[in-house]
């Protein structure tokens, strides 16, 4: 095979020294994004745009388009022998995938469609997904050999279902954005090296729970409103798309802090949004990206997560904001 028979993706994870191994999973994943895509575009059309009538573990109602996309994945990841096993923010247990190779040693977890509640809304959503690889292969993979596998996250991305369809990946060296063209259903290269700017006046974060804060984050986000009559010495913006996804993209684009916190809240103390599927891929996204990413106050990339579909604080982005930030819960 000739580099002029290799698509944009697979060129550029090979400049990455990714394995064949990791490359072909990742190819995988994201040709089932290309699926998922067909689904969202068609949703409104075929009348799947609602809700399906069920709950997730998580104790949210579930979309139509949530399950859709769920089998896409596992479906389509079916033949891909190398992956032991599958974590679904719509599957309360691990997918042990009965035909895996075995020396099978990658876990992909994977959010499969973020920002669901954007969904009738015509809002922007995406797909999360981290490659964790095990140590070693195991006869009878289960949920704790993930659990350990969580700091060895080998690869990291989302897509994006929005005006265009834009993937985000990284390997661990750089981060690179891909567009999708729809007409030869593959992603071409945008950038390939996304940055995130020290320096931002942007912040995210859903302030209808001001309420439910720390004092240290009610000062933070007081501040930012000051503008340039207060300590920040700036004014700042602030945006909140309700999907991740697109909050996230936005750091890349032009840096800022993206925010879900913990809150005094029953059930909201580690805040919304998961650790294997949407915490952990952000976070090695946007440190790759040389911003920062923690749980309230540590770093994110070393948690230790108890359970697979676990809660985390979440807070990402360009460094001078999240040490802004950080100064404030330790002071
Ligand atoms: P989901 O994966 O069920 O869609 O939930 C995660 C989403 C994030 O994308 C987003 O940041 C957050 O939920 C928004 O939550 P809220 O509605 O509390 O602002
Ligand atoms: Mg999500």
């Not at 089998?71 to 719509?90: G, H, M, P, R, T």
């Not at 919304?272 to 920062?292: C, D, I, T």
């Not at 994110?300 to 040490?323: A, Y």
Request: a negative charge; charged letters at 20%.
């Amino acid at each position: 095979m000739n580099a002029s028979s290799l698509n944009d993706l697979t060129l550029w994870l090979q400049s990455q020294s990714a394995s064949t191994e990791l490359i072909t999973i990742i190819g995988g994943f994201v040709a089932s994004c290309i699926h998922i895509d067909d689904a969202v575009q068609t949703a409104a059309l075929n009348g799947t745009n609602g809700s399906s009538g069920t709950i997730n573990v998580q104790g949210e109602e579930q979309k139509e388009l949530d399950i859709l996309t769920h089998d896409i994945v596992v479906k389509y990841l079916d033949e891909f022998n190398q992956i032991a096993a599958l974590v679904s923010e719509e599957s309360e247990h691990l997918i042990v995938k009965p035909t895996a190779d075995k020396d099978a040693k990658f876990v992909i977890c994977f959010d499969p469609l973020d920002g669901s509640s954007n969904i009738e809304t015509n809002g922007v959503i995406g797909t999360i997904f981290s490659i964790l690889e095990l140590d070693q292969p195991k006869d009878k993979i289960d949920t704790d050999d993930v659990l350990a596998a969580a700091n060895n996250q080998v690869a990291a991305g989302y897509v994006i279902y929005g005006p265009a369809t834009i993937l985000v990946v990284s390997t661990g060296k750089s981060v690179a954005s891909f567009v999708l063209d729809k007409q030869n259903r593959r992603f071409v290269a945008e950038k390939t090296e996304l940055s995130i700017v020290p320096v931002a006046a942007e912040y995210a974060i859903n302030t209808a729970y001001t309420r439910f804060w720390e004092p240290a984050l009610a000062t933070y986000v007081e501040q930012c409103n000051l503008g340039k009559n207060g300590p920040r010495k700036k004014d700042c913006g602030m945006r909140w798309m309700g999907a991740m996804v697109s909050d996230v993209h936005r750091l890349f684009i032009r840096g800022g802090i993206f925010i879900y916190p913990g809150m005094d809240r029953p059930g909201a103390e580690n805040g919304k949004l998961r650790f294997l599927y949407e915490a952990n891929p952000m976070a090695m996204l946007v440190e790759v990206a040389g911003g920062k990413a923690l749980t309230r106050t540590k770093r994110m990339l070393q948690h230790v997560p108890d359970n697979i579909h676990q809660r985390v604080p979440v807070v990402l982005g360009s460094c001078e904001e999240v040490d802004e930030l950080l100064a404030l819960y330790s002071s």
